[in-house]
Nanobody, 119 residues
Framework: HVQLVESGGGSVQTGGSLRLSCTAV????????IEWYRQAAGMQREWVAS???????HYKDFVKGRFTISRDKAGDTVYLQMNSLKPEDTAMYSC??????????????WGQGTQVTVS
């Protein structure tokens, strides 16, 4: 069974840190871009950060300098290191496969999400 699995969410105080993980289970995702999104209660889902299959990273302005996206050497786990967290970062965070080199079989696959709460 192929899936993306997120983990690492939790509750932290303002200024704290969390590291989210997005792991490909049952397939190799190193040819896929991985995108992180978040959705706060009552709000639309918004893109947060991406890492391309070849390593280039991109960030939404509101997380630049605070969040870092990276990928492990095998390419199957992508991390989102979140520092200096603010209450407005509270949301369900989800990852998704993307990119032109991602196999059609695994393209546009979403994980189940992991909740981040900052108070």
């Amino acid at each position: 069974h192929v899936q993306l699995v997120e983990s690492g969410g939790g509750s932290v105080q303002t200024g704290g840190s969390l590291r989210l993980s997005c792991t490909a289970v049952g397939f190799t995702s190193n040819n896929c871009d991985i995108e992180w999104y978040r959705q706060a209660a009552g709000m639309q889902r918004e893109w947060v950060a991406s890492i391309r299959s070849f390593g280039t990273t991109h960030y939404k302005d509101f997380v630049k300098g605070r969040f870092t996206i990276s990928r492990d050497k095998a390419g199957d786990t992508v991390y989102l290191q979140m520092n200096s967290l603010k209450p407005e970062d509270t949301a369900m965070y989800s990852c998704k496969t993307a990119g032109p080199y991602c196999s059609a079989r695994y393209f546009d696959m979403w994980g189940q999400g992991t909740q981040v709460t900052v108070s």
